[in-house]
């Protein structure tokens, strides 16, 4: 891939030495701070330090308003050559393969193969293009001077910055020097941030079970109080997505946390016999502020790490995240196990200092990415393209899934088997099982999108999850409890899957467009990173909103199957043939073959 550089500030400036050359820096090799610079008549650009160049690959630089090709090569020489390939138009020398031959340096367009002279820009396989214009490219003279007047020693204990000064993932020095430690410092707290938030968001599907007969509320009625928190968390992921623009991915976690505070000392409060379903009501869509959490937290994580490995860090940051569903319904267990179902006002106790300490923690410890506050028209932008839907729609089949059967798991348990599970305890105990699976499983899809490709990963999982919704319909009509608890383990584990390969399919479609314009265009390809960069972190949010948006319909679905049917028939069969239109939907797109299609989805 090709890096853009971006120059230092305030470079104390050398004369050129008599070493410096039209497309070449010779002699002794620079020190790694020391500056490059690319001249233009009696302007010289600097671009980068010596040290961020790597050997065999080239970068562009912006010099006079052209885009230009450097190279560092095997022997410490720079080179600097236009990057737009005279044969094919497009902007790619950068991204050529540096060699030798016949002991003459040389790069090899990525287009169309011509090799040319580094030192003088020559053609080496043909002497003019298709237009009939020379076919060697401009070079223009590089030099190195000496590094910027270095700043003042820092006091012995320095605050740490809450934002970065600075950061390039995708540069491979940068990375291993920096990069991965304070990348992967800020994925495992905002994992814990996120599994909090989780929790919170998805407490209803514990309390549910506590509610009794005193209570005074049926089947459907609880599959109301289980839908409500998820459509409010579905609604909030836009805003929270913008959030991490506005105010900092640090600075949102720090404030989103200190928001799951707030459900959940209002329902340590009121949660008793004898208060009003209406109260329940209000109860439960404040819990929805921990839904938001996870939107912010992808948005943010996603800014954190390079191209080659964001399948596996979202994968891993929604993984954690999603754990906070079966965690919450473990301590659940636990208190009806031992303190009985009339002391429902435990779970959210519980909590509240964990909130308190997690958010102390996310403040001290996580950091703010330089970024811009173009959410908002990145996400209007992204409206307008067609992938937008097909990738929300498709995770709505994954994630709706997941989090739906997260919350009216226990309910339909309760409905569907109440002879067999005829106790709270009986039926969280089994409740716990699938969230805990599907979270688990959704590292593994991220991992192996990253693999073999998301859209590939993501037919197959909603192939498989058809054929889950048909045991679990089969398991249904024939009273058949085991079939059914094990199938519906396999849907979790699948919409895990699916979760993971969806997610890490939204930034490498937008990398392939970023590509493709960059070849096709003419665009900068720097500019079309960024874009990339704005659009995939919006859509991560749309996608997260209208995938949180599904678990309300799984609700609605059951709990309509439930009042007319007295089963969840009706429900079981709408997922299935839901599934099936998302397996056509994933091969027509993005795996059939055709030269509109984009590659590397």
């Not at 209208?546 to 309509?560: D, K, P, S, T, W």
Request: aromatic share 8%.
């Amino acid at each position: 891939m090709t890096d853009t550089v971006h120059a230092p500030t305030a470079p104390t400036e050398q004369p050129a030495r008599p070493q410096d050359t039209p497309g070449k820096a010779a002699g002794a090799a620079p020190a790694p701070d020391a500056l490059v610079e690319i001249g233009d008549g009696d302007t010289w650009t600097t671009v980068c330090r010596y040290g961020d160049l790597t050997p065999g690959r080239g970068v562009t630089a912006l010099v006079g308003g052209e885009q230009v090709a450097l190279f560092r090569d095997a022997d410490g020489a720079l080179h600097a050559l236009a990057n737009r390939d005279p044969f094919s138009g497009a902007y790619v020398i950068s991204r050529g393969v540096t060699g030798s031959r016949a002991g003459t340096p040389v790069v090899t367009s990525p287009m169309y193969k011509q090799a040319f002279d580094l030192r003088t820009g020559d053609c080496l396989d043909e002497e003019s293009a298709p237009d009939g214009t020379p076919a060697a490219l401009r070079t223009w003279p590089v030099r190195t001077t000496g590094p910027a007047t270095p700043p003042p020693p820092p006091p012995s204990a320095p605050p740490r910055a809450r934002t970065l000064t600075e950061w390039r993932p995708e540069d491979p020095a940068f990375w291993e020097r920096v990069g991965a430690r304070v990348a992967r410092r800020n994925l495992w707290l905002s994992v814990l941030t996120e599994h909090i938030g989780f929790s919170i968001w998805s407490m209803w599907s514990v309390l549910v079970l506590f509610l009794g007969p005193e209570y005074g509320i049926d089947a459907a009625g609880k599959f109301t109080l289980t839908a409500v928190p998820t459509a409010v968390g579905a609604a909030l992921r836009l805003p929270y997505t913008a959030a991490v623009g506005r105010f900092g991915g640090r600075n949102w976690t720090v404030v989103s946390a200190l928001l799951l505070l707030l459900p959940t000392a209002f329902v340590a409060v009121v949660l008793e016999p004898g208060v009003s379903y209406s109260t329940l009501l209000v109860a439960a869509a404040v819990a929805g502020v921990g839904g938001g959490n996870f939107a912010s937290s992808m948005a943010n994580i996603n800014a954190f790490y390079p191209q080659r490995l964001k399948g596996r860090a979202l994968g891993i940051n929604a993984g954690g995240g999603n754990l906070g569903v079966p965690a919450v319904q473990l301590v659940g267990l636990l208190i009806l196990a031992t303190a009985g179902a009339a002391h429902p006002r435990l779970l959210p106790l519980i909590y509240l200092p964990l909130i308190a300490l997690t958010t102390v923690v996310a403040a001290l410890r996580m950091d703010n990415v330089p970024t811009t506050r173009e959410t908002g028209p990145a996400l209007r932008e992204i409206t307008r393209d067609r992938h937008t839907w097909v990738m929300a729609l498709l995770y709505l089949g994954t994630f709706g899934s997941f989090i739906g059967f997260s919350f009216a798991f226990g309910l339909v348990l309760q409905a569907q088997f109440h002879q067999q599970l005829d106790t709270p305890v009986k039926v969280a105990c089994l409740t716990v099982l699938g969230p805990l699976l599907g979270s688990l499983a959704r590292p593994f899809g991220g991992a192996w999108a990253d693999r073999h490709g998301g859209a590939r990963v993501t037919l197959v999982t909603f192939a498989a999850m058809a054929v889950g919704a048909a045991a679990i319909l089969t398991a249904s009509r024939l009273q058949l409890p085991a079939l059914f608890l094990a199938a519906f383990a396999a849907l979790f584990v699948l919409s895990g899957i699916g979760n993971g390969s969806t997610y890490r399919m939204i930034p490498a479609l937008h990398r392939a467009k970023a590509r493709h314009r960059a070849l096709t265009g003419g665009t900068v390809p720097a500019a079309a990173e960024a874009t990339a960069q704005r659009h995939a972190t919006a859509l991560i949010g749309l996608a997260g909103a209208i995938g949180a948006f599904g678990g309300v319909l799984v609700n609605v679905a059951f709990r309509q199957s439930f009042l007319t049917a007295h089963n969840g028939d009706a429900a079981y069969i709408a997922f299935l043939a839901f599934y099936v239109v998302c397996s056509a939907l994933t091969w027509t797109v993005y795996l059939r073959p055709s030269p509109h299609r984009l590659s590397g989805v």
